[in-house]
């Protein structure tokens, strides 16, 4: 007598519904782990670790001999939860991110320190590194634009979240034009003042000058040299460091420089010119 060896039915077709399914998995696990790397809060890493999780399950079970198995369509539902987790994580991560911005949204120009210019699909792209820095902290990132030519010392306009600076948006590109001619103060007739006089300047500055957190905390000290240029209507522009002494400083004492008022501009030959004017600004602890 021939006794026969059961075995669990399987489902039509499962060699290809096996392959192709373990396909789409794969994938989606590839794409979970690229977001990973690029997720700053845990709300969005704990949509991607449950993909992850529920990958690695779908994977175990697959991998599981058929005449073992109890249900072959245990696999396939382990595929659709790990496809539906995607989705929720990414429309959560969608929303976190208009949120945050809506809510937190810092407007802000980040100077354009690198751009790298190439050819792809019968057109010019351009890759502009820029850098911007909040209390102290210096953030990189990167903008590609396939139509407008970009170059060093444009201003990336963004909008980021104060509660977490890693999120942003590019608002804008603002290129960068050369400024008109400065005169130097030794050769201006009427040279520009602050309103109410030196003493007044640096009343202003000491009663608005924070001193960053980071520089507190490493002790550092020193004189931040600085430049801008006094407009012909008073305004103030411009702003450079000459000399710096970092942990978030120079950033404290440029953003003192443009908040000032306006200046009474500087005269020359009876019209208002544009004059360049240097500052030290002093950090003690």
């Avoid at 600076?165 to 400024?179: A, C, R, S, T």
């Amino acid at each position: 007598m021939i006794q026969t060896k059961k075995t669990l039915p399987v489902l039509p077709g499962y060699s290809i519904y096996k392959s192709v399914v373990a396909a789409v998995i794969t994938l989606v696990m590839a794409v979970c782990l690229l977001i990973l790397t690029d997720l700053p809060e845990t709300q969005f890493n704990l949509f991607t670790v449950a993909s992850i999780v529920a990958w690695g399950i779908g994977l175990l079970v697959f991998s599981i001999p058929p005449r073992y198995r109890k249900d072959n369509v245990f696999s396939f539902f382990f595929a659709i939860v790990t496809i539906l987790i995607f989705i929720v994580g990414q429309y959560t991560r969608q929303n976190y991110r208009a949120d945050q911005l809506a809510s937190y949204g810092t407007l802000i120009k980040a100077e354009v320190t690198d751009v790298k210019k190439s050819y792809k699909k019968f057109r010019y792209r351009w890759t502009a590194s820029f850098v911007y820095y909040v209390n102290g902290k210096r953030y990189r990132s990167t903008i590609t634009k396939k139509q407008d030519e970009m170059a060093p010392r444009d201003l990336i306009e963004i909008r980021y979240s104060s509660k977490d600076p890693d999120l942003y948006e590019v608002v804008g590109v603002i290129k960068y034009k050369e400024p008109d001619s400065v005169g130097a103060i030794s050769a201006i007739d009427s040279p520009p003042s602050f309103p109410g006089g030196a003493e007044s300047l640096y009343s202003m500055i000491s009663e608005n000058l924070t001193y960053p957190e980071l520089a507190i905390e490493n002790g550092t000290s020193g004189t931040v040299y600085l430049s801008f240029v006094i407009g012909k209507d008073g305004s103030i522009e411009d702003v450079t460091v000459v000399k710096g002494i970092g942990d978030g400083c120079d950033e404290a004492a440029v953003e003192v420089l443009k908040r000032m008022p306006k200046w009474n501009p500087g005269i020359q030959d009876g019209k208002a010119v544009r004059v360049k004017y240097n500052i030290p600004i002093k950090f003690s602890l």
